[in-house]
């Protein structure tokens, strides 16, 4: 199946920095690209969804200015965590959307464990 | 209208049972339905999907079960094993590069 490659997998980080997460697709053109968070034994919730080129558009309630996503190509989004602070400790993953056949279909990332102490 | 309705949210199913998790949906206009499974720490991973112009489709031991008129749909895992044993998410989408909107999620335990 299609690889969709996720770093760093798990980062710790003081309060006040920021982070970067990449999520690349490795054997396919990901035009669109889904970043989510998931707290421990709850679902997905969806943060924002990012097209190639285009400027990302975030969910209710998702603070743009706090999480900046940037899809530079087909194959690589990033997700930045500005002035990161303990509340934003949480389980992000993302997704890339290929096309096969006449089903869009959608690869997970392995996610990345963010811990801000 | 976005939401996507799974139960149960857990489930204990003996080795060699049979598991299955139920979902409901409102949107008529999904048309993509797939089902992830992700262990602890990891992220989910695409199992098996369906669009509603088919009734059931069967991979291995995972089959999908798809009511269009009663807006539901069903994963039965055949065999369970120990193995299976992990947090399963349903999931719907509309058209090609819509969005997941995704189930609450199951966490399945088999006893071995």
């Known amino acids: 199946g299609a690889v969709v490659s996720q770093h760093p997998s798990r980062v710790i980080c003081k309060s006040g920095t920021s982070v970067k997460i990449e999520c690349r697709s490795l054997d396919f053109q990901a035009t669109t690209m889904f970043w989510y968070r998931q707290f421990p034994k709850q679902s997905l919730m969806l943060m924002a969804t990012?097209?190639?080129?285009?400027?990302?558009?975030?969910e209710q309630g998702v603070e743009k200015d706090k999480f900046l996503i940037n899809h530079a190509s087909l194959t690589l989004s990033t997700l930045t965590v500005t002035s990161a602070h303990p509340e934003d400790s949480s389980f992000y993953i993302c997704s890339a959307r290929g096309t096969r056949g006449d089903t869009g279909w959608t690869f997970f990332g392995q996610g990345t464990r963010l811990t801000v102490v | 209208q976005q939401q996507v309705k799974q139960s149960p949210q857990s489930l204990i199913v003996q080795k060699g049972g049979i598991s299955i998790i139920n979902c409901a949906y409102e949107?008529?206009?999904?048309?993509?339905f797939p089902w992830y499974q992700q262990f602890p720490g990891k992220g989910p991973a695409l199992l098996i999907a369906?669009?509603?112009?088919?009734s059931e489709k069967k991979e291995g031991r995972f089959t999908i079960s798809f009511n269009k008129s009663a807006k539901q749909f069903s994963l039965h895992i055949m065999d369970s094993q120990p193995g299976d044993s992990a947090t399963y998410f349903c999931a719907a989408s509309r058209g090609r590069g819509g969005k997941l909107i995704f189930g609450q999620g199951t966490e399945l335990s088999v006893k071995p």
């Open positions: 990012s097209n190639e080129g285009s400027k990302a558009t975030y």
């Open positions: 369906i669009r509603p112009d088919v």
């Open positions: 949107n008529t206009a999904f048309d993509y």
